[in-house]
């Protein structure tokens, strides 16, 4: 998603692809390659896939990380030139590449709802700590039969750490979820990394394209964009946030312009929790809660998701280590298959705050059924695609809430979610078992 009616598509091509686009000496750059032979960064696309009317132009670019020499990185934005933007709820066509050259095999996306709160419900996707293992490639068949209309990625992306192979491999991980659903990312840990002596995130602010300039931010390290009844915000755990930083300057100015109204719900993604009771990176983020924990609650976040913490947790509504019905329910997600294994070990006993936890690989999804009620399902990657590990009805108590009658819009969602529970409870009580699997 790239901004009201617009969407980011981005791809790579190496020069091993091609005998033509070989490299002739070491010294070249592939992109001047591609600028010698006039080659272009096209898509073709439309809403019949035998009749793609529509081109959109834009640009390539490359980076050298020491001894590595990327592939062409091709950006182009749909639904901001001449043609005028994208409609809703659509599903597009579409092929990339160069129509003098080559094209690729066919794809398709449906664009998000209009943002407002008449496009609920909407399924939101969550993933944290990806990487590429066999548990990685699990939790992207959990996610494709989920079928959430869009992704959220709550950092530690390729787990390339400098080797920028790994970014290659990576795309070609997410190749197939990515082509179809839009996906927006944060950077983690696992991002930053060290180039020609200088420590920063350049394959990552090389390769991911964020709706940042829509947001007002001057960087993907931190943005948010709206889609349907939501407004996300995704903060950069590493990036300066201090109270004189520019992004605790933006993230006030993004939080005040929130129309509750029009995007009734809050969330806000990053990658390093603020609330964690496992072992593992316990207290790191303390600075970043403190400095910014009062603004989320001021102005009504509804959820925080981060990941980092290679387990799963789910924390009640708290603020400032107390339980508070006008706190965020804070939920870390950053077991989705990396390659360092699961984060095992829990303070003991529980804080009051922590309300289920559990080291097992998985992902989730947010079903924000309308402007009061949400449920929240976690999915283990061991388990079968329907069955949830763990459910919670998440219903909008806090401040900044649109003004309702009392509190039957609460009871009502309660009873609701009660009597959707005992029927899928019935469904998978009556569904046939799975085939067993022999290797």
Known sequence: MAGV?????????????????????????????????????????????????????????????????????????????????????????????????????????????????????????????????????????????????????VGDLSYADGYQPRWDSYGRLVQSSAARIPWQVIEGNHEEEVVEGKLGFLAYEKRFHTPSTFSESNTNLYYSYEVAGLHVIMLGCYADYSRKSQQYAWLEKDLAKVDRSRTPWLIVGMHAPWYNSNVAHQ?????MRNTMESLLF??????????????????????????????????????????????SEYIKPSPRWSSFREPSYGMGVLNVMNTTHAVWQWHRNQDGIMVIGDEIDIIRTGQNQIPVAGMMPSFKAYFLGAFRRIYKFLQRLLQPPAPLKFA
């Open 5 to 153: 009616g617009a969407m980011s598509v981005d791809w790579v091509t190496n020069p091993q692809d091609d005998d033509m686009l070989m490299l002739t000496s070491r010294s070249e750059s592939y992109c001047d390659r591609l600028t010698d032979l006039q080659l272009n960064s096209t898509v073709l696309y439309g809403t019949n896939s035998t009749s793609l009317v529509s081109t959109g132009q834009g640009e390539y670019s490359c980076y050298t990380a020491d001894e590595y020499q990327s592939g062409a990185l091709h950006h182009v934005i749909l639904g901001l030139g001449p043609e005028g933007p994208l409609k809703a709820s659509t599903q597009y066509f579409y092929q990339v590449g160069d129509p003098q050259l080559a094209l690729s095999e066919l794809y398709s996306f449906t664009t998000p709802p209009e943002a407002g709160a008449n496009s609920l419900p909407y399924r939101l996707g969550l993933i944290g700590d990806l990487g590429q293992t066999e548990n990685s490639m699990d939790t992207l068949d959990h996610a494709a039969a989920l079928e959430p209309v869009s992704v959220l990625n």
């Open 283 to 287: 207290g790191e983020m303390e600075d």
């Open 298 to 343: 001021e102005y009504g976040v509804d959820a925080v998701f981060a990941g980092h913490v290679h387990a799963y947790e789910r924390s009640l509504r708290v603020y400032r280590g107390q339980l508070n019905e006008l706190g965020p329910m804070y939920i870390n997600i950053g077991d989705g298959g990396n390659r360092e294994g699961l984060s």
